[in-house]
């Protein structure tokens, strides 16, 4: 028997599971099981990956201060306290790493994205799920968990997969309530779906203990690159940037990131499509009897019976050629969530639904 042994904690993570991208048998797939931007990047972001092929040979840079810069004139952050990432997960994991370990708590919500037990876990801290109000982020129950020994408090705002949100109000509340020795960490992955939405710069800028993390995975359509960034107060991003490795980004993410931020033409036209889509493909589930409550981000949590009926539909949708993602490991078994495709794409899905909950009747 070996002695080699992982740190407390580790062995306690159940593996992420991706969405899937294929069905057995079944050509003209359409993959909406991981909020991806059905329309791809802007191509100016394409046009920059592209030339850094010519560069590979070259490290990166280490301090990202152009993508900084982009960053802070499109979003008016200040650039010297935006840290990039590989991915809004690296950002995650440097939270946890940086600010919980063992014996402290890190707080979540009970369908809250599963990086955050993840992580928490990795760091050797301890999960700790709090309970939602019919799929909202509950701020009571936030208050009522945290201990002396919380550490960090995640909120996706919107939420992934519910899609719900809380507004600036009820973030403010909760951030003047936390314990002094409390990091809120507001996960704006799909805040640039949302109009208007600084995704939580407001409450930041007031306050020392919020952060907020973003992705060029979900609306810039970069997912495949890896590209993430964190804004919050100086004394955060100081920590942050001791425990990030100086080469995290490659350059031709650098590049390919720089200018998906800069289009701000695609990212509008991305913005507007999902908007109607989203509208139009949930009233089309409505109108087959699958409610779903108003979504804020690119996907649609579709509600059914139970989880037998959810399990069926998910069945039929991919006899159909149409992945979408069972989230019972976000304790939401009776649901399906269902990325916001190209207009073909939700007319594929509503129609498949729409077949499925007629047999079933
Ligand atoms: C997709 C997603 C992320 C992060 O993705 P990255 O690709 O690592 O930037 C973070 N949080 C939530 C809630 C997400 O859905």
Redesign the pocket.
């Known amino acids: 028997m070996t002695k080699i042994t992982p740190q407390p904690g580790i062995m306690d993570i159940a593996l992420y599971q991706s969405g899937a991208s294929h069905v057995e048998g079944v050509s003209n797939v359409v993959k909406l099981s991981s ?1 991806e931007n059905p329309f791809g990047p802007s191509d100016a972001a394409k046009d920059a990956f592209t030339k850094a092929a010519f560069e590979l040979h070259r490290y990166p840079s280490s301090d990202h201060s152009s993508l900084r810069n982009a960053i802070g004139e499109i979003h008016a952050v200040d650039p010297a306290r935006v840290i990039c990432g590989a ?4 950002i ?1 994991a440097f939270l946890c790493q940086a600010y919980a370990g063992s014996g402290d708590e890190v707080i979540y919500t009970e369908h809250g ?1 599963a ?1 955050y037990r993840i992580s928490a876990l990795a760091a050797g801290a301890k999960p700790v799920e709090v309970r939602e109000r019919d799929r909202v982020t509950d701020v009571d129950s936030i208050l009522a968990a945290c201990t002396e020994n919380t550490k960090l408090v995640f909120i ?1 705002n919107p ?2 997969p519910t899609g719900t949100m809380i507004g600036d109000g009820e973030i403010t509340r909760l951030a003047d309530a936390l314990p002094p020795q409390v990091l809120l960490v507001l ?1 704006g ?2 805040a640039e779906y949302v109009e208007g939405y600084d995704g939580g710069v407001r409450v930041i800028e007031q306050r020392q203990n919020v952060v907020m ?1 973003r ?4 609306l810039y359509g970069l ?1 495949g690159l ?3 960034w964190g804004y919050g107060p100086q004394h955060v991003i100081d920590v942050l940037n001791r425990v990030r490795g100086p080469f995290n980004l490659s350059q031709a993410g650098i590049a390919a990131a720089e200018a998906a931020v800069r289009d701000t033409v695609w990212a509008e036209k991305c913005r507007t499509d999902n908007t109607r889509l989203r509208a139009w493909l949930a009233e089309a589930l409505a109108g087959h009897g699958v409610p779903s409550d108003t979504s804020c981000a690119n996907f649609i949590l579709a509600r059914f019976a139970d989880q037998a009926t959810a399990e069926a539909c998910n069945e039929h949708l991919k006899s159909e050629g149409l992945i979408v993602r069972c989230v019972g490991g976000y304790n939401l078994p009776n649901c399906l969530r269902i990325t916001i495709g190209d207009e073909p794409s939700c007319r594929r899905v509503a129609h498949a639904i729409g077949q499925f909950m007629g047999d079933s009747v």
Do not use: V
Request: proline content about 0%; charged content about 20%; glycine content about 14%.
């Open positions: 909020n991915g809004s997960d690296e995650i994205f990086m996706a939420n992934n996960d992955a799909y993390t992705t060029f995975s979900k997912g890896r590209i993430g």
